[in-house]
């Protein structure tokens, strides 16, 4: 079974100031990551995916990530952050080999962006 | 042209009612799924369907009975509500088992359920 750490429930920040959000997971095969996010009272759009390949993942927004396999981490990173980035973030893993995907998520972290 | 839609968004209702909540994906998508998000934001899986066959059934009461008339619609029926009922509930959609199958589910907007 796969499982998922997000190391901080909520993280503040100025704007334009740099951020990270971390993400563990744990799981016995292959996994595809994920980050989502939700902005309030609205439901889950897709920041970016890791599959294969380079580690280093862009996603929409200015945001990034990079898949560690040996720390079993997937951190989300933006370089400087707007007040509109503020909203929940979810990281969210499945295994990797083919069948049905039960996606599952972390607790969340809460960005909340500070003029 | 919404991906994946849900009816209603919000529903207030009480406590020993039965509801439904209705999802459509125009996507051509050959699996839909429920989550629930508690109070917390946490996000829980319930249900899956793939082509109309149930195929993930997480611990969830059997007051909850999801249906799937075909593979672009999955509805969840809840009876005899209960105050811990009360949550946001999310439909999505996935392609398994074909070269677009990536893993990613492509989520609705949500249907607010409160429980009087």
């Known amino acids: 079974a796969q499982s998922v750490t997000q190391l901080d429930s909520q993280v503040p920040v100025f704007e334009e100031a740099p951020v990270e959000l971390r993400c563990n997971y744990s799981?016995?095969?292959?996994?595809?990551l994920f980050w989502y996010v939700q902005y309030p009272n609205q439901g889950l759009q897709l920041l970016l995916k890791?599959?294969?390949?380079?580690?280093l993942v862009k996603g929409i927004n200015g945001f990034e990530a990079e898949f560690n396999k040996s720390q079993t981490s997937f951190h989300l990173r933006k370089p400087s952050v707007h007040i509109s980035d503020t909203a929940e973030y979810f990281c969210a893993v499945t295994r990797r080999s083919g069948g049905y995907n039960k996606l599952i998520f972390g607790a969340g972290t809460r960005l909340a962006v500070h003029p | 042209d919404t991906a994946v839609s849900q009816t209603p968004k919000y529903l207030v209702t009480q406590m020993g009612n039965d509801k439904s909540i209705k999802c459509e994906q125009n996507l051509g998508h050959d699996t839909m799924y429920w989550y629930k998000q508690d109070s917390k934001k946490f996000l829980k899986i319930m249900f899956s369907?793939?082509?109309?066959?149930?195929?993930i059934n997480e611990t969830v009461p059997n007051r909850f009975s999801p249906k799937s008339p075909d593979k672009a619609h999955l509805n969840l029926h809840i009876n005899s509500l209960e105050l811990g009922d009360s949550a946001v509930y999310f439909c999505a959609s996935s392609q398994v088992g074909t070269s677009a199958d990536t893993g990613e589910l492509f989520f609705g907007e949500g249907s607010r359920l409160t429980v009087l």
């Open positions: 890791y599959l294969s390949g380079s580690t």
């Open positions: 369907y793939n082509n109309k066959e149930l195929i």
């Open positions: 799981s016995s095969v292959s996994v595809y």
